[in-house]
Structures are given as structure tokens and as C-alpha cells.
RNA sequence: GCGGAGUUAGUCUAGCUCGGUUAUGACGUCAGCUUCCCAAGCUGAAGGUCGCGUGUUCAAAUCCCGCACUCCGCACCA
């Protein structure tokens, strides 16, 4: 199973490692990347500003981590970013209280009711322990923030579980001071923080994790007024049906209403040709249109961005139209303003997001270049050149005969250029796969004919193909095969 | 959180049933030799609180108990 070899060779080549490993109490769902999981993520995140922060012209902010309690009264999260939870007194098993009152009694008890309702309900109707029938203690909420307690007397206070609301309660000032006009998107990368009751496998269920969030501003009367449109009306998009998958343009998709309108087809399009660079395998992917039952709290319309993998398919992306629902909370709350002049019209703007999984979608990334090449005994993670965290090895054939200082010479004009690593240790072939192992693409090999016409080998990744090129020519040639597209 | 299985070096693993010298092997890593191109060979070396903590015992990787983590299922996943 490939879950398996990526997470071995994430172990074996310092990609990720779990947290605190050393110490017996360190806890799940926390893991940290290691440098070459580090050099890729950089990588995927300057894609990631290219493909859609500068294309789109957002504005990106970095805000704090740690934000005041009214800041997630006002968005719902210490209300609703809960569950109603109920234990047995005898086995200890945690059912979720709606959804057990639901299948013992068919009384439906909306999710955020107060905790009483849910146990007059269960007293009235004597619902009891569905495992052991044993007797069920009171209601309790739990909610998925981690608190913390600011200064010496505990203010409170919260890890954000999204990184958006910074951009919501930032957009007032941005929007003045940016100079914005709508549609305009914020963008954030940075740390959110939920605490998952049971995290798992990995970078895919963390309690500590990335996320890349766009949110775009518009005004909603002006959804189908989008000239930029026209870049993308060609690009394809593969939407989940109820049976089938099916492949439209961006175009078609509006046309035909399975997306209700240009502004949202504009930025799945952006996103389509966002992840098609990634070298993630666009095949195994889909836009599936969330129902009623499965969207935030938030959302009017969703589409989640999920890709398939030997796992089952991950979602990358939740794609949220929020519409008014942040900026007006927020607006109430703090008695601020968030409304903006669009021309003449005066409105509250909507609220579009593609919030997007970082360590997921590197994952996936991971998952879909990892290739057990059995035929040559290696493993190759063939992703895209310019996501390698290393981009190059600079290599000695033998270390003898003056060949480790010709190799370090060449090593010293391109290490700052390029990603490098420097080997003149062992065989030339292990040297190769070790490469290979953490998606190299070149291989620059000095071997006796260097000291003869200065030139190299230069040998490609997937291949193993080589060829000799002058050594003045190779930082050119790294630069076109390595730039971002 | 529940149930099941597991945790021995960077990775994989033997040993555990039935407690007894210095914890086994492979791969990987490092140094040297060799080698003008794909995990070759030779020599040598480093690397372990046997997940953590208790208990039983003259003696615990091994037996008891508790905890943590990992994996699988259930539940959960704005």
C-alpha cells in the first residue's frame, strides 16, 4: 500500500516525523516536518502565491494565531463549533447526544439547543446506553477550540480553528487602506489548531495544522459581472454528479447551472490549474457538491476539492460561499462598519472561500509522485521539478585524481542558485537513488573528461537518462528546467 | 472516546509462550580501500533508557497493572 511507503520514506528522508517523539507523553496528532518536508511545502506555497494570490492580485496577510473570545462569539465557533456529547456511567462510551436521542426516540433536537433539552429528552423518554443499556449522565459540550488563558489572570482566549477570521475582522481597515475594490481576495497561510477527538494517519487528520485560505469579497448582486472570466471559461473542471464524474469547462459548468455562477466557476477554475501544477494526478480528482446535511455551519454553497488516493479520497479544499454570514456577525458584534462603496452602491459584501489543506494536499502530493520503479530497484519520487526539494546533486564520480575539488568548485558557483546537495561519498549509483528517493531531479556527475573540456553529465530524474553539457551552461539549463511555470 | 491489534537502532525484524551471561539479523549510515556512471565488492566503526511508569522477583524485552502513541473498526471530522 503506498499510505504505507510514503509514510517510511517520510520517516527515512526527514519529509515528517511525529512531534515530541522522545517523550512519553507526547500527544497525537502533531507532527513536524523535517527539511526536506520543509523545502517542499515552501515550494507548494510559492505556487500556491503565484498560481493564485499574484494572478488574482489578492492581498495576503499573516495574522496571529491566538485571538480574543469575541472574535468566535461572533462567528459562531464557541456556539456552534461544538458537539453535544453524552457518556455512560457504566461503559464509559461518548455518544453524541443529538444524534442518540435521534435513533432511540426520532425527537430531533437541533445540534446547538440548549444542554437541557437534551436531557429532558433523554429523562422523559429513558433513553439509556445503546452499548451496555447502562444510565447516561448529563449532556456535556465539547468544543473543539483549545482555549488559552492570556497573562497572569487567564484572560480568555482562543487558537483559531480557521485561519479566516483574521481576515474577516482585518478587512475593514484593508479594504480602506489597500485602496480595494471588489471583488478583491485576502489571502493567509499559517497555523489553525482544532482538537480532534480521535486525529489520525498522519498529516491528514492533525490537531496542529496549515491552511492556505482565500477569501474573495464581492458584491453579490454582481455575481455573474466578472470580465476576468474569460481566462478561465476554458478550463476544465471534473464535478461529481450524484453517480458519475463529469468533465465541463468552466464555461458549460455555469451554462448549465451545475455551478450557480461565474464568480464561483471563475475561482474553481483558478484552482483546477492551481493543483494541476502541483503534479497531482487531476484524474483522481473532484469537485463534489456538499449537501445540505454535510456543509459548515456557514456555508450556502459548497464544493469540497477532494482527490483519491490508495487511502480513499482526501479532501483538499473546502470551497465555501459564505455570503454575508462573517461580516455581519462581525459587524454586530463589534458595532464597526464592513460595509463598502461598490461605484454607487452601497453593500455588505459576500464572502467566497477556498480554504485549502496544506498538509493534505502535500500528502497527496507525495502519494501520487512516489513510483516503486522495480524494473531499475528504486524508488522515485517523480514530482515536479521546481516543488524537489532538492533541485540538484552535485556529484564526484571518484573523489581521487582532483575530481572532489573540481566537484566542489562547481558546488560553490550554483549553491546559493539552486537547492544543491554535495556527495562524493560511496558508489556513484547508490548516490543516484538516494536522489531519486527525495525527488531530485538532476544529477550533475564530474567525472575525468571534466578536467579535460569542462563539461558535465547532467542526468535526469525519471529517465536516468544523461547528457554532457559545458559547465558554464548549467546554471541556464537549471534555471529553465527548475523555474515555476 | 469505545473495541481489537501492535510498539525492540534511521527502517524492517528475531527473541516474549516457558524470566537467567554482553538483545538477533538484514537494510541503511559513517570511515577507509576499490571503482571513469546507476543500490557491486572488501575492511572497520558508530548507533538501543527493548514506548513510558509502576509492581512481582535474587534476576524483567519477557510476567502483572496503569498510561501514551501507532494501525484497523465504531463514533467524530465547522
Redesign the pocket.
Known sequence: MN?DNV??LA??RGFY??SC???????????EYGPNGVSIKNKFLELWRQQLVRRDRMLEIDGSQIMSKSVFEASG?LG??A?PIV?CKE??????AD?LIVDASEVEIP?NSDLNEFDNVIKEKAISCP?CNGSLDNTKKFN?MFKVGIGPEEEEAYLR??TCQSIFVDFPRLFKTMRGKLPIGIAQVGK?F?N???????LL?LREFY?AEIEVFCNPNKLDVLDKFSEIENTTLRIQNEQEVVTVTCKQAVESGIIPNKFVAYYLGLLSEFYEKTGIDMNKSRFRKLGEK??????EVAFDFEVETT?GWLELV?C?YRSDYDLSSHAKKSKEKFEVMDNDEKVLPHVFEI?MGIDRSLYCVLEHGYRDDKE????VLSIRPYLAPVHVGILS????DGLAEKTNDVYLNIKTKFDSFL?H??????R???L??IGAPFAI?????TKDDDT??I?SRDS???DRVKIKDLEEILSKETRFP
Open positions: 499510505y509514510m517510511k520517516l527515512e516525523f511525529p517523539e522522545v517523550y512519553g507523553d507526547s500527544q497525537a496528532g502533531f507532527w465557533h456552534n463549533f458537539d457518556k461503559c464509559k462510551s461518548t455518544f453524541r444524534k445540534e452499548k473543539m480553528p480557521e489553525s482544532r480532534e477527538i480521535a486525529p489520525r494517519q498522519s487528520r491552511q454535510e456543509k459548515a455551519f456557514y456555508a487511502i473546502a465555501n480554504s531499475n530497484e528504486r524508488v564520480l571518484v573523489k581521487k556527495d561519498a560511496g558508489a556513484i549509483g547508490r543516484y537513488r538516494r531519486d528517493e556527475t564530474i567525472d575525468h573528461q558535465v553529465t542526468r536516468m537518462s544523461q
